[in-house]
Structures are given as structure tokens and as C-alpha cells.
């Protein structure tokens, strides 16, 4: 499985978004957009629950 967190391109984002400085963590999962953040650690911390539930499966 691949899962990979990265900020939001600027090119992506809302005028609006970008002149109040937002930043955005978009978490996506075998190229499938799963989950935007405000925080990078809280991307980060879904992109670890994927994983973990990803590894159960196939232990199963």
C-alpha cells in the first residue's frame, strides 16, 4: 500500500485560502485524495492509521 502525505500545491488553493495562509496536508492512498489537514501531524497520524489497518488485513 502506498500512502503519502504532502502539502497542497498553492496552485491548488482559493485566492482566499492563500492570502489568509492556509496550508493544507493532503493525505492520499494508491493516488486516491483520502484526507485534506490544517495540521501536518494530524495528516501524518491518519497516514499511520491507514497503514496500521492496511498491515492488519493482510496479516489476516
Given at each position: 500500500m502506498?500512502?503519502?502525505?504532502?502539502?497542497?500545491?498553492?496552485s491548488k488553493?482559493?485566492?482566499?485560502?492563500?492570502?489568509?495562509?492556509?496550508?493544507i496536508w493532503d493525505v492520499h492512498q494508491q493516488g486516491q485524495l483520502v484526507g485534506m489537514f490544517h495540521q501536518e501531524h494530524e495528516a501524518h497520524q491518519y497516514r499511520m492509521e491507514l497503514e496500521h489497518l492496511e498491515n492488519q488485513?493482510?496479516?489476516?
Open positions: 502506498t500512502v503519502q502525505v504532502s502539502e497542497r500545491d498553492e488553493m482559493s485566492h482566499e485560502g492563500l492570502a489568509a495562509g492556509v496550508r488485513r493482510h496479516t489476516q
